[in-house]
Every structure is written in C-alpha cells, then in structure tokens.
C-alpha cells in the first residue's frame, strides 16, 4: 500500500503475546512458509495491487445465474400489489445493502474450535502474509476515512484509481464539502454505485467540518456518527490510521470466521465480539487486514483453494 510517511504504526505492548507480532520472528525462522510465499506472490506492492483478484462477492456477482424463480418471477404478470411496490423506489442505502448480500452457494453448518486451535491458525495465516496492510492508498486519516466509504462493492484496485484524481481536486474534508456533487459523482464513476457514494463522503466531509473541525475524530463512537460510517469503516481508520485495535468484520472476515471455527454468529457485531474474546487485543487490527487478505488470495467465496491453505490442517471447513 502506498501512504505517506506522515502515518505510523503504534507502538506494540512489550508486556502481551501477540499472535501478529510473533508471526514476523517466527516467518523469519521459517523456511516451509516463506518458500511457498515468495512462489505464490507477487514482489512490490504495486504488482500485488494489480494481480489482486476480485472478490468473492464481485465473482459471485459476475458468475451469478438467474435461478428458476427468477425466472418464474420475471415472466409472472405484476399484480397491483406488485405493481405499487415496485414503483417504489429503493433508497440509495438500500441499493448498497441489497448488493452487499452474499450470492455465493451456502456455506456448511460452522465447528467450532478452541482457542488454542484458532491462534495457532492465525499464527500460520500471519506467517502466510508477513506484509498484510490495508491495500487502499491514502495519506491523511481523512483519505482513507474517504477512501474505505467508497470501497463498498468494489475492489481496493478500483478504488485506488480514482482518488488520486479525487484526493487532488479535493485533499481534505473542507474542500470536498464545499465541493460540486456532479464533479465528484463523475470522479468516483469507476467504483460503482456513484450517486450513492457521492453522497456519502460528501456529507461525511461536511459532518467533518460541522462537528470536529475538518479533522477525523479517534474514537468509534465519533466516527459512527459520520453519515456513511459503520463500525467496519471506523474499525478501519482507527487501526491503520490511529493504532487504535478493532476488528474490521467486511465480507472475508465473516466468511473466514465462520470456515476457520471461530465463530457461529452472523451478525458482523456478534462476530466482532466473538473475535475479541479469541485474541490479544493488541493483534485486532492486523489480525482483521491477515484475514482479508487470505480471503482475497486463497480462501475464497466459491472455491476456497484448500489444498494450498496453510492452515488445512487445522481449519474445520478444509476441503482438501
Ligand atoms: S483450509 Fe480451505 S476453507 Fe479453511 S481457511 Fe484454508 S482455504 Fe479457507
């Protein structure tokens, strides 16, 4: 990821265990996972970037068939009730929820593991991806802020294209408030679900400027009361940005979770707290960024590729 040298990486509690911050001695020593590394990836970050696969939901999405009762659906004749329903139009934020459900074939009943099986998998993941960091290219908490808002249903790649535009024409939360919204829409085009969006980081800009001077705010509670923010997004802004620990449930993280037998919830707030009773703290954040890039590089939505998983042999879910 390219960010500037403004933003650092807090300093770890010397006195915890963390299972992140072991795993860079341990990868160091190991030569099984950093062989099988170096095979499978690529070298700079930038060659990372754009080797990066779609994710599973985006490959789902484009592999997607109408099944039958689609089908049934579309040929039936609307009935009044049908009819008024469907001229009612869907809400910006319902567009965006309604396309972030999975489509992927449903997944088999979760095992749970204990702890010691769930570190030691996370253990074997960190050494897996030494260099795990968020893919979305910033340089100020309020880019990033700006920067994860618009990577709902799209890839960090895409993301990534646009706002160097963006981020040139409007740097910072007062000059995107006051900015024309049709520029902007033009702008982020490429990300998909555009009004939308626009709207968003718009009015989080203004909510920035109204409520805490232009700058980003530290705390998850500031942070959701930002339109356009959930606790994924400020979970985001407060790991990488502040060093602040939080888990960022997105779509790898609940799918992981779920496989790997860390949790049987689905809701992305119980899954957060299941998670937090698993692992040191310290570890939430690069932990969280360690999962997303497994499930964008291997443990995929539809055809996990077991075989090469460096955990199969722990995972409850292996289909190896
Ligand atoms: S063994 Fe398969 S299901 Fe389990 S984490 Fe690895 S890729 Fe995913």
């Known amino acids: 990821m390219k960010k500037t040298s403004e933003i650092k990486k807090p300093a770890q509690n010397p006195k915890t265990k963390p299972v992140a911050a072991t795993k860079s001695k341990s990868v160091a020593k190991s030569t099984t996972a950093a062989k099988s590394k170096s095979a499978a990836k690529p070298v700079t970050a930038n060659k990372s970037k754009s080797a990066a696969k779609p994710t599973g939901t985006t490959k789902s999405k484009s592999a997607a068939k109408p099944t039958a009762t689609t089908n049934s659906k579309s040929t039936a004749k609307p009935t009044t009730a049908t009819k008024s329903k469907s001229a009612v139009k869907p809400t910006t934020a319902t567009k965006l929820k309604a396309a972030a459900k999975p489509k992927g074939a449903a997944e088999p009943p979760v095992k749970l593991v204990s702890t010691d099986v769930a570190q030691k998998e996370m253990k074997l993941l960190c050494q897996e991806y030494p260099e795990a960091e968020c893919e979305l290219d910033y340089s100020s908490a309020f880019q990033l802020l700006t920067a994860v808002i618009m990577s709902a249903q799209t890839t960090d790649v895409t993301v990534n294209k646009v706002t160097p535009?963006?981020?040139?024409?409007?740097?910072?939360?007062?000059?995107?408030?006051?900015?024309?919204?049709?520029?902007?829409?033009?702008?982020?085009?490429?990300?998909?679900?555009?009004?939308?969006?626009?709207?968003?980081?718009?009015?989080?800009?203004?909510?920035?400027?109204?409520?805490?001077?232009?700058?980003?705010?530290?705390?998850?509670?500031?942070?959701?009361?930002?339109?356009?923010?959930?606790?994924?997004?400020?979970?985001?802004?407060?790991?990488?940005?502040?060093?602040?620990?939080?888990?960022?449930?997105?779509?790898?993280?609940?799918?992981?979770s779920a496989r790997l037998g860390f949790t049987k919830n689905t809701e992305p707030e119980k899954i957060e707290v299941d998670l937090q009773k698993l692992f040191p703290e310290q570890d939430w954040s690069q932990l969280s960024i360690t999962l997303i890039w497994h499930g964008r590089r291997m443990c995929f939505a539809r055809k996990p590729d077991c075989p090469r998983c460096p955990v199969q042999d722990l995972c409850p879910s292996a289909m190896v």
Do not use: M, S, Y
């Open 165 to 256: 535009t963006l981020f040139e024409r409007f740097p910072d939360a007062k000059a995107l408030a006051e900015a024309d919204l049709d520029e902007v829409k033009e702008i982020i085009k490429p990300t998909g679900f555009f009004n939308a969006k626009a709207n968003n980081i718009q009015k989080c800009a203004q909510a920035l400027v109204a409520n805490f001077g232009g700058e980003v705010p530290k705390t998850i509670e500031e942070l959701t009361t930002l339109p356009g923010v959930g606790r994924k997004t400020a979970n985001v802004v407060l790991g990488v940005v502040f060093g602040v620990p939080g888990w960022t449930v997105d779509t790898h993280v609940q799918r992981l």
